[in-house]
Structure formats: structure tokens, C-alpha cells
């Protein structure tokens, strides 16, 4: 069995996009679709980074493989997804007819199926992977069965398809000796891999930098893969402006650091956002200048859950306290930028990396209060970074506590017209010049904060909750980009 594919340009299909569809009854005819920097073989595509050299195509069978692809062995086609949740691969099928996708919006558009516009469900739908394994595959569409798979593969083999687990064959951390040697060397191969020259596309690696714990370790470990870059955003969000910027930290481990400003005049493609989660909250990634060819940017999301001190085991290693980073799974194949989240690296061992935090041998590097992450800090002051550069005081440079609404103008216009459509309150859009600024501040500085003090409290909770107009922003975007690349293709 051999892949049949159709590589498409960047003004049809996003560069590191593809799309799969075959029919179960004749499974030796498997139609692929991609961008023009997915790697292709007979019997692979990927898009992606591994701890392993590039020639084997191991992804598959890898637990620490960040991006998506397809491996044939015999009869047997393997679709891999992201060993994290900041990445997804989606399913459609009708009758024996199999779809399966890294993009909704391209899948919709080579199954020519479309969401359900007038559903209010999808951003919830999407937001439940925050619960873990026990997230929602299923999503309304109005033909067929869409489902959608995170840290897990997809096999079809005599005519079915099913789900298989990950490999897990990564040791125990007994000791932060063996959790930062893991760190290291993962680092190392995965920058290997990066720049095979087997690759017809070699990857350059870059990574974000603040002044928190999580991503100036995710930059430590992207200068061991062979970084020369790094990006930081000057300030955090609060009331009053707070420098964030990890400049000074990227210089210190020997990185070149390009600083950004996050505001709204700043953010770019903001379709391919909305069409991830439906949320702002990732946008400050669109701020960026990205490397023209293929890179892979390390980052810190997820740190807060696995490297907290004070943060109990879940009983669920896949749950996580929010799903930022997420917002970036569809913007990212536009971009050329593959995905690696760090702290998802050896995830299922968190019990492990929880017991370290907390041992007596780690007491030197621990701070006290609620923003202690004992093993970021070793790896950083090990690197020469002095104690009072990071993990200071918890930043976030996220936008998504601002107002659920486009931010281009034609956007504004376009997304009411939908609503009119779909919405019987479409009219309270209109006041948004006026009360916009209003629900910022309490989206921004306020409401957080009472979440904080008084989450048990049911009203709290439930005023926390995002206007029943900001739901349809999901359907809204992914329909619009198929149409989109329908028309370029």
C-alpha cells in the first residue's frame, strides 16, 4: 500500500496541513492532501519532531512525538497525533467513506460536510479537554459522525477504524537527577531530529521566553536542541502594566530574544484562532514573526499542572487547569510551526515529577507561597540564571479575558450578519462601542480575581460563564476557512 498524494501550494492549503480519505472497502486507494512543508514518503507524511533519527519514522510508536502524520506498516495505516493537548486530529466518517485530518477547516472542506451553525455547544465541546481523558470527541455536523482525538492514534486495518494508546515506554523519574537527564537528552535528540539532513525541509528550532518558571526552561532546553532564537512579549496582563519581557534571561543562556507588544492593533489571522477553540485566549501567539521555512518553537504550556509544588497528582495525567496553547493548532500550520510543549514531555509520570517537587533534596530551590515550582528553578539557576530574573510573580500574557468578539471591523460585520442568522438577541452586538471596554476590565482584572476568592460560589461561577452570542465564533470561523481554501484550491 503506497500513499496517493496531491502536495498543495501555501495559497491553497496551510503549509504543514493534510487531509486523508479513503474508502474502508479499498483501503490500497488512500487520497492525501498537504501543504508544501509536510515531509512525504510511500509509505509516510509527518509533520513533526521526535526524540529519534529521522530515517527510522518512528513517530508512531513514540511517546514524545509533538505534531501529526501518517505511517503505513503492511495493511495497516496509522494515523499519530501530538503526545499533548495543544494538538488534535479529527475524524469524519459516512458510510465506509473515512476522513481524517490536523485541520477542521481543511476536513470539512475535502469531506464536504459542514458544522452545524446554529449549535452553541462547540466551544464547550472544545474547552472539555481541560477534564482529560474524559473530554467530548463527538461534535455536531450535519452529515456523518465527527470526532476528535487528543494524545492518541487512529489504525485502520480490515475495514474498521479504531483507537490505540499511545507507546509508554519512557522510565520512572526516581530523582530530579533522572527527570533533568530525561529533560536534557530529549532535548538534544528531538533538536537531532529537527535538523536531519534526511529532511527536504530541516526544521529550525525557536522558543518563547518570559520571566516565569516554564517557558525560560522550555528555552534552556530548545538552546541544548540547537536554538539560536527566542520571542518574549514585554508585558503581562493586569491592571497596571508589569514588564515580562525574557530578554535578559535569553541573553544569560544565549539566546537572541525579539521582544512583541501584545494589544489588540497587533493580532493577525485571527480566523485561524477563532476556528482552534473559539477564544481569544492564544492570539498574543499571532504576534510574531515566524521563520519562512519549517520550525518547531518549544513552550511552557501545562507547566502550571506539572511542575506546581503546591499542585495535587490528578488521578487523570491528561487533565490540565485550562486549554491555552490550544489556540494555536490551526494558526500554527499556517505558520510552519510545529508545536513542542515541554512539560507534556513524560507526562503520564507526574505522580513522579509531583514526589520530586516536594522532596527534602529540592527544599534549596523552593520559595514558599502559592508560585513555587522547585524544579524550574534548579534547571534555570543551574544555567546561570540568577533567582530574582524569574518566577517572581505569576504573569500571564494571554488575551483571552477580553470580550468575545472580532477584533477586524469587516470581522465585526461579518460575524453579526451570521448571528442574525443564527441568534434572536443578534441586536445587543451594536452597544459593544459603548460596554466593551467595561467587559474588559472585568473579564481582565476583576472577574479572575473573584473566581479566586469565591469559587465555590454558585452565582460567581455562573456569571463567569462567556454571553451565549460569543458560542457560535467556533462554527463561524471553521465554515468560513473552508470556504476559503474551497475557493483556493
Known amino acids: 500500500m503506497e500513499l496517493e498524494f496531491k502536495v498543495l501550494d501555501k495559497a491553497k492549503f496551510p503549509p504543514l496541513a493534510w487531509v486523508a480519505k479513503t474508502n474502508l472497502n479499498y483501503l490500497d486507494n488512500l487520497q492525501v492532501w498537504c501543504g508544501e512543508l509536510v515531509e512525504t514518503g510511500p509509505d509516510y507524511i509527518v509533520e513533526g519532531v521526535w526524540p529519534g533519527p529521522f530515517k527510522d519514522m518512528e513517530f508512531s510508536t513514540s511517546e514524545l512525538f509533538y505534531g501529526s502524520g501518517i505511517r503505513i506498516n503492511s495493511d495497516q495505516i496509522c494515523f499519530v497525533s501530538s503526545c499533548s493537548t495543544v494538538d488534535r486530529i479529527w475524524c ?25 451553525e446554529s449549535n452553541d455547544t462547540y466551544a464547550n465541546l472544545v474547552e472539555s479537554i481541560v477534564s482529560g481523558r474524559k473530554y467530548k470527541r463527538f461534535f455536531p455536523i450535519n452529515r456523518g459522525e465527527l470526532q476528535v482525538h487528543y494524545f492518541e492514534n487512529l489504525m485502520i ?88 519581557s525574557g530578554a535578559e534571561i535569553a541573553s544569560i543562556i544565549g539566546l ?36 519562512i521555512g519549517p520550525s518547531v518553537i518549544f513552550t511552557g504550556f501545562n507547566g502550571g499542572m506539572i511542575w506546581e509544588k503546591s499542585g495535587l497528582v490528578p488521578n487523570d495525567w491528561l487533565r490540565r487547569k485550562d486549554s491555552t496553547g490550544l489556540g494555536f493548532c490551526e494558526h500554527r500550520l499556517l505558520k510552519g510551526v510545529i508545536h513542542c510543549p515541554v512539560p507534556f514531555w513524560g507526562v503520564r509520570n507526574i505522580e513522579d515529577i509531583k514526589r520530586i517537587s516536594n522532596d527534602p533534596q529540592m527544599q534549596p530551590w523552593s520559595v514558599g507561597g502559592d508560585y513555587d515550582r522547585p524544579i524550574p528553578r534548579r534547571i534555570l539557576e543551574d544555567a546561570g540564571v540568577p533567582r530574582h530574573y524569574f518566577g517572581q510573580k505569576k504573569s500571564a500574557t494571554a488575551v483571552d479575558e477580553l470580550v468575545l468578539l472580532p477584533i477586524e471591523k469587516k470581522f465585526i460585520a461579518e460575524y453579526l450578519g451570521f448571528l442574525k442568522s443564527h441568534y434572536k438577541k443578534a441586536n445587543v452586538i451594536y452597544t459593544f462601542p459603548i460596554v466593551r471596554r467595561v ?27 462567556n454571553f451565549k452570542w460569543e458560542r457560535y465564533l467556533f462554527p463561524w470561523a471553521n465554515q468560513k476557512l473552508m470556504m476559503k481554501i474551497r475557493d483556493n484550491k
Open 92 to 116: 469524519h466518517r459516512e458510510d465506509d467513506w473515512v476522513t481524517i485530518s490536523n485541520s477542521l477547516p481543511c476536513l470539512l472542506d475535502v469531506a464536504d460536510v459542514n458544522l452545524v
Open 439 to 465: 467587559i474588559d476590565l472585568w473579564r481582565e482584572v476583576f472577574r479572575q480575581r473573584v473566581l479566586d476568592m469565591f469559587k465555590r460560589v454558585r452565582s460567581v461561577r455562573r456569571g463567569s460563564r
Open 256 to 291: 537572541d530574544c525579539k521582544e512583541y507588544i501584545s494589544k489588540r492593533e497587533n493580532i493577525k489571522d485571527e480566523l485561524w484562532y477563532w476556528a482552534a477553540n473559539g477564544s481569544l485566549q492564544d492570539m498574543n501567539l499571532s504576534i510574531f514573526d515566524y521563520p
Open 157 to 244: 486495518n480490515e475495514g474498521s477504524v479504531y483507537v490505540v494508546p499511545k507507546c509508554q515506554d519512557i522510565e520512572r523519574f526516581d530523582k530530579f537527577e533522572s527527570y533533568s537527564r530525561f529533560l536534557f537528552q530529549t532535548a538534544e535528540n528531538v533538536g537531532f531530529n529537527a535538523r536531519d539532513p534526511l529532511r527536504k525541509n530541516p526544521i529550525e528550532v525557536f522558543s518563547t521566553i518570559s520571566r516565569g518558571y516554564d517557558s525560560p526552561v522550555a528555552s534552556v532546553l530548545a538552546k541544548l536542541a540547537g536554538s539560536e532564537k527566542s520571542v518574549t512579549i514585554k508585558s503581562a496582563r493586569s491592571l497596571l502594566s508589569r514588564g515580562d
